[in-house]
């Protein structure tokens, strides 16, 4: 029974072959001796690395590259409500969020769950949902926070800067 190449997915044209005859991969998927960099993934691969990373940048993005779009549009609607009602909580959310991307990514390389494909689609859509959100978000904190904070200076014009100049003697 020829076997089929875990690298690139080539069937052999023998019965039990070390390596591909397609790419020149082990047929068991190991590194081969002489190459400590060298690393076949099957096709069907999460990297955990870069589901943590993702999720470190933007809260739930992890989880929308591990193919779980909704978890990570929760992760992050949690994650901001949690940064604007106090700091730990969203920290605490974005942290699990990073630990749940990971260790998704990782279960489902092992097979513990289901692989679900990366949408590349998802997570341009959710990059730029969460940009929005996070424009808006900061536009509400500046018009209902920080403007009313400023007026509390009053205005720094004073309209006729030759009375300011008189009032300090320089002119």
């Known amino acids: ?52 990373v993702c999720s470190s940048v933007l809260p739930g993005l992890g989880q929308v590259y591990n193919g779980e779009t909704a978890k990570g549009v929760v992760v992050f609607i949690l994650a901001l409500a949690g940064l604007a009602i106090l ?18 990514a990782g279960k489902m390389n092992t097979g513990e769950l289901p692989f679900r494909e990366t949408r590349t689609l998802h997570m341009v859509l959710f990059i730029v949902f969460a940009l929005v959100v996070i424009a808006v978000a900061l536009l509400i904190l500046i018009t209902m926070v920080i ?15 030759r009375k300011l100049l008189d009032t300090n003697g320089l002119v």
Request: some cysteine; glycine content about 12%.
């Open 1 to 52: 029974m020829p076997m089929i190449c875990p690298h690139c997915g080539k069937e052999s044209d023998e019965e039990s072959p070390r390596f591909c005859s397609g790419c020149g991969a082990r047929m068991d998927g190991s590194t081969p001796a002489g190459y400590p960099g060298y690393v076949t993934l099957p096709r069907d691969q999460k990297n955990p690395l870069i589901a943590g």
């Open 147 to 161: 403007a009313p904070l400023m007026s509390q200076f009053g205005s720094l014009d004073t309209g006729d800067y």
């Open 87 to 104: 700091l730990i909580p969203g920290l605490i959310v974005w942290f699990y969020g990073m630990y749940n991307a990971y260790s998704v």
